[in-house]
Nanobody, 130 residues
Framework: QMQLVESGGGSVQAGGSLRLSCVVSGYSDSAKCVGWFRQAPGKELGPVASIDTAGGTSYADSVKGRFTISQNNTKNTVYLQMDSLKFEDTAMYYC????????????????????????WGQGTQVTVSS
C-alpha cells in the first residue's frame, strides 16, 4: 500500500513563498506520476503540477512561472516550491500518485484529473493573505 504524507503548508502574505513536501512510502517505486492538486473553499479539486519518474514536469496555467515541482534523488519526496503567492492560491493542497505515466499533459499545460490517481495524502492547508 502506497502512502503519501504532505507537509509545509501555512499562512503567508501575498508575494511570499512556501515549499510543500510530499513523502511517498510503501512501494514508492510504483509511483510513476506524482501530482499536486488543490481545493479552494467552495470549489472543486483542481490540478496544480505533476512530475514523472524521468523528471518531466507540467503545470496548470494558473501557477506556471510561479510554482516549481521537483523530486529528490531517491524519488520518494516530491516538492512544490510556491513563489509569488496570490490570495487565490489559498486552498488545501493534496499530493497524489499513480502507477502509470502522467496523463493530461497537452496544450503546454497540465490538465490532470483526480480519477487518474489512486493514492492520496491527507492534504496541507495554504492560506495567503492579501
Amino acid at each position: 500500500q502506497m502512502q503519501l504524507v504532505e507537509s509545509g503548508g501555512g499562512s503567508v502574505q501575498a508575494g511570499g513563498s512556501l515549499r510543500l513536501s510530499c513523502v511517498v512510502s510503501g512501494y514508492s517505486d510504483s509511483a510513476k506520476c506524482v501530482g499536486w492538486f488543490r481545493q479552494a473553499p467552495g470549489k472543486e479539486l483542481g490540478p496544480v503540477a505533476s512530475i514523472d519518474t524521468a523528471g518531466g514536469t507540467s503545470y496548470a496555467d494558473s501557477v506556471k512561472g510561479r510554482f516549481t515541482i521537483s523530486q529528490n534523488n531517491t524519488k520518494n519526496t516530491v516538492y512544490l516550491q510556491m513563489d509569488s503567492l496570490k490570495f487565490e492560491d489559498t486552498a488545501m493542497y493534496y499530493c497524489a500518485a499513480e502507477g502509470g505515466p502522467c496523463r493530461g499533459r497537452y496544450g503546454g499545460s497540465w490538465h490532470g484529473i483526480t480519477s487518474d490517481f489512486g493514492y492520496w495524502g491527507q492534504g496541507t492547508q495554504v492560506t495567503v493573505s492579501s
